[in-house]
């Protein structure tokens, strides 16, 4: 930083939002390449490394949107400084977990104070920046998006296979103290004249049916969907959705404007949000496993060989930002996720293999999937705010960020539960009529997570032959059909994509105005100019908002 932007508190904002945003996505791509130390360490089982992922990502997908209500009512430097706190407890928590179940309730509590920061993140920014200064501001975030990303599982791998997966935790501590010292000694605070209270019941709603149907759907893995209790989680998730959507329908001041549904590339957003997180973001949990507990890799040799995947969207990410500005965001979604699929396709086929050298056939579909990966994330975050309103852009944006976080969630969840079933079934069926017959379920439940060699080296010499041949071919066709199901995700995404985003829709581009500090109607100015600025050549701009809007062709508007 140079003198006078130091002398400037919205640089420091900058820098306080950047260092604990990277650590909050750091917290998320970090942990996959130590899920079979953690699981070999605590114990756990196939369900219980879901568990780890999905406490957090619950957690987030919950809180978002109330975390952002409280922050415009008490504000947002408080809240930022208060999930920050919160996040360091956790990740301290995380780190000395003992038990798998401690360690699941820890990631629950590091997610509340996720949420507390990302929601207020994006606020915080635009609060301090206006004009120019602004677009380098979420350029610079952006950019700290995605070097957490690629970063995440070499620095995963490093710190698990050198000195132990718990350092994935502690690594956050110094991080957190750099965010807290910044923020409370240089951001400003910032509040919503115009918020109102939380909407309790939409937060509780919407929590017990996202928690039960994924409740739901990791039980499914164990009991199968018959059974009494998964089907009782499944009707009471659907009960309390249908509770949640009555709540939104009659607040005054709901966490979820539904009415933001009635234009169709808000709703095609929410799909893209949707169908990358439980596409690819989901499968990278169980290739994880493969390529270390079948093929035998370390953590650290494991994080080097996803960056064909991380380096390659953050490369893709560089360019489609550039692009954004110039082509229709349609235009990269979409096509983003038909690579994506195709990325997806080409990694199937892996072979019925313990050979480490079989990882080569993972390099073209991992180096696809990442251009994929990098057309569609940033485009689609402008698609969550560009189509609504100055008032209702912090809302857009954090819907679509709660629709990735229930992405994650709802993937692992189901995925996990499609292959523990296949494990299952394809075990007893490889082990029918060998002395092992008994043991299938056993063998089945180890094989899940994984443990494909443990399994081996347990058993008798003479079954040893028959178990090895039985659980690896279980394992790699039931990875195979759960990367399958990813692509048919993302190829129905890109279909929603091209159907549902489009041009017209836009209002602003290029993030929300702030919502403190000055007078209302220069905040409008500023959309306007913005909108009509980015507008494509000849394309009408809509601007103003609520009763008010209306649609201008080029050159008529106000400047």
Same mark, same amino acid.
């Given at each position: 930083?140079?003198?006078?932007?130091?002398?400037?508190?919205?640089?420091?904002?900058?820098?306080?939002?950047?260092?604990?945003?990277?650590?909050?996505?750091?917290?998320?791509?970090? $942990?996959?390449?130590?899920?079979?130390?953690?699981?070999?360490?605590?114990?756990?089982?196939?369900?219980?490394?879901?568990?780890?992922?999905?406490?957090?990502?619950?957690?987030?997908?919950?809180?978002?949107?109330?975390?952002? &209500?409280?922050?415009?009512?008490? @504000?947002?430097?408080? $809240?930022?400084?208060?999930?920050?706190?919160?996040?360091?407890?956790?990740?301290?928590?995380?780190?000395?977990?003992?038990?798998?179940?401690?360690?699941?309730?820890?990631?629950?509590?590091? @997610?509340?104070?996720?949420?507390?920061?990302?929601?207020?993140?994006?606020?915080?920014?635009?609060?301090?920046?206006?004009?120019?200064?602004?677009?380098?501001?979420?350029?610079?975030?952006?950019?700290?998006?995605?070097?957490?990303?690629?970063?995440?599982?070499?620095?995963?791998?490093?710190?698990?296979?050198?000195?132990?997966?718990?350092?994935?935790?502690?690594?956050?501590?110094?991080?957190?103290?750099?965010?807290?010292?910044?923020?409370?000694?240089?951001?400003?605070?910032?509040?919503?004249?115009?918020?109102?209270?939380?909407?309790?019941?939409?937060?509780?709603?919407?929590?017990?049916?996202?928690?039960?149907?994924?409740?739901?759907?990791?039980?499914?893995?164990?009991?199968?969907?018959?059974?009494?209790?998964?089907?009782?989680?499944?009707?009471?998730?659907?009960?309390?959705?249908?509770?949640?959507?009555?709540?939104?329908?009659?607040?005054?001041?709901?966490?979820?404007?539904?009415?933001?549904?009635?234009?169709?590339?808000?709703?095609?957003?929410?799909?893209?949000?949707?169908?990358?997180?439980?596409?690819?973001? &989901?499968?990278?949990?169980?290739?994880?496993?493969?390529?270390?507990?079948?093929?035998?890799?370390?953590?650290?040799?494991?994080?080097?060989?996803?960056?064909?995947?991380?380096?390659?969207?953050?490369?893709?990410?560089?360019?489609?930002?550039?692009?954004?500005?110039?082509?229709?965001?349609?235009?990269?979604?979409?096509?983003?996720?038909?690579?994506?699929?195709?990325?997806?396709?080409?990694?199937? @086929?892996?072979?019925?293999?313990?050979?480490?050298?079989?990882?080569?056939?993972?390099?073209?579909?991992?180096?696809?999937?990442?251009?994929?990966?990098?057309?569609?994330?940033?485009?689609?975050?402008?698609?969550?705010?560009?189509?609504?309103?100055?008032?209702? &852009?912090?809302?857009?944006?954090?819907?679509?960020?709660?629709?990735?976080?229930?992405?994650?969630?709802?993937?692992?969840?189901?995925?996990?539960?499609?292959?523990?079933?296949?494990?299952?079934?394809?075990?007893?069926?490889?082990?029918?009529?060998?002395?092992?017959?008994?043991?299938?379920?056993?063998?089945?439940?180890?094989?899940?997570?994984?443990?494909?060699?443990?399994?081996?080296?347990?058993?008798?010499?003479?079954?040893?032959?028959?178990?090895?041949?039985?659980?690896?071919?279980?394992?790699?066709?039931?990875?195979?059909?759960?990367?399958?199901?990813?692509?048919?995700?993302?190829?129905?995404?890109?279909?929603?994509?091209?159907?549902?985003?489009?041009?017209?829709?836009?209002?602003?581009?290029?993030?929300?105005?702030?919502?403190?500090?000055?007078?209302?109607?220069?905040?409008?100015?500023?959309?306007?100019?913005?909108?009509?600025?980015?507008?494509?050549?000849?394309?009408?701009?809509?601007?103003?908002?609520?009763?008010?809007?209306?649609?201008?062709?080029?050159?008529?508007?106000?400047?």
């Amino acid at each position: 930083m140079t003198e006078t932007t130091t002398r400037d508190p919205k640089w420091w904002t900058l820098v306080a939002v950047c260092t604990g945003v990277f650590m909050l996505l750091l917290d998320i791509t970090i $942990v996959n390449v130590a899920l079979p130390d953690i699981q070999s360490e605590l114990d756990a089982s196939l369900s219980d490394l879901q568990w780890v992922i999905d406490a957090y990502a619950l957690s987030l997908a919950s809180l978002l949107l109330t975390a952002g &209500s409280l922050a415009d009512l008490y @504000g947002r430097k408080r $809240v930022f400084v208060i999930g920050t706190v919160l996040f360091t407890v956790g990740s301290v928590a995380c780190g000395l977990a003992q038990s798998v179940d401690f360690l699941t309730a820890a990631r629950a509590f590091q @997610g509340i104070g996720g949420a507390a920061m990302f929601a207020t993140a994006l606020a915080l920014l635009a609060s301090a920046f206006t004009g120019k200064d602004r677009g380098t501001a979420f350029g610079a975030f952006g950019a700290t998006t995605g070097v957490a990303v690629a970063i995440g599982p070499v620095l995963g791998g490093v710190l698990t296979s050198g000195i132990s997966w718990r350092w994935i935790f502690f690594v956050n501590i110094p991080i957190c103290l750099v965010a807290l010292f910044v923020t409370i000694g240089k951001v400003r605070e910032s509040h919503n004249p115009r918020a109102g209270s939380p909407d309790w019941a939409g937060f509780l709603s919407f929590s017990g049916s996202l928690g039960l149907l994924v409740y739901g759907l990791i039980r499914a893995g164990e009991d199968g969907f018959g059974d009494s209790a998964v089907i009782a989680c499944l009707v009471a998730a659907t009960f309390l959705l249908l509770v949640f959507l009555a709540v939104e329908v009659g607040a005054r001041h709901p966490m979820f404007d539904l009415s933001l549904l009635r234009k169709p590339t808000f709703t095609g957003g929410l799909i893209a949000a949707f169908g990358v997180s439980s596409s690819i973001f &989901s499968l990278l949990a169980y290739l994880v496993i493969y390529v270390q507990n079948v093929l035998g890799y370390s953590a650290v040799q494991t994080g080097f060989r996803f960056l064909f995947l991380s380096a390659t969207s953050f490369f893709a990410a560089a360019i489609a930002g550039r692009l954004s500005e110039r082509i229709p965001v349609k235009w990269l979604i979409g096509p983003g996720f038909t690579v994506l699929g195709i990325g997806l396709l080409l990694l199937h @086929g892996v072979a019925e293999s313990s050979d480490p050298g079989e990882w080569t056939h993972l390099i073209p579909g991992l180096l696809v999937a990442g251009v994929g990966i990098g057309l569609i994330n940033p485009p689609l975050a402008s698609t969550a705010v560009g189509v609504v309103e100055v008032a209702r &852009s912090g809302m857009a944006s954090g819907v679509n960020s709660t629709f990735r976080q229930v992405g994650i969630a709802t993937g692992i969840a189901a995925l996990g539960s499609i292959f523990a079933h296949e494990v299952a079934d394809k075990v007893t069926e490889g082990l029918r009529g060998t002395p092992a017959a008994a043991q299938s379920d056993q063998i089945a439940a180890a094989v899940t997570g994984g443990q494909v060699d443990a399994v081996v080296r347990a058993a008798p010499a003479e079954s040893q032959a028959a178990i090895a041949q039985a659980t690896t071919t279980a394992f790699v066709d039931s990875l195979n059909h759960i990367i399958l199901i990813a692509a048919v995700i993302a190829f129905v995404s890109a279909l929603a994509s091209f159907l549902l985003i489009r041009q017209k829709d836009f209002v602003v581009r290029g993030g929300p105005p702030p919502s403190t500090g000055g007078d209302v109607r220069d905040a409008e100015a500023e959309a306007e100019a913005e909108a009509a600025g980015r507008a494509g050549p000849g394309e009408p701009v809509e601007v103003g908002h609520g009763t008010h809007a209306r649609t201008e062709e080029p050159g008529k508007h106000r400047p």
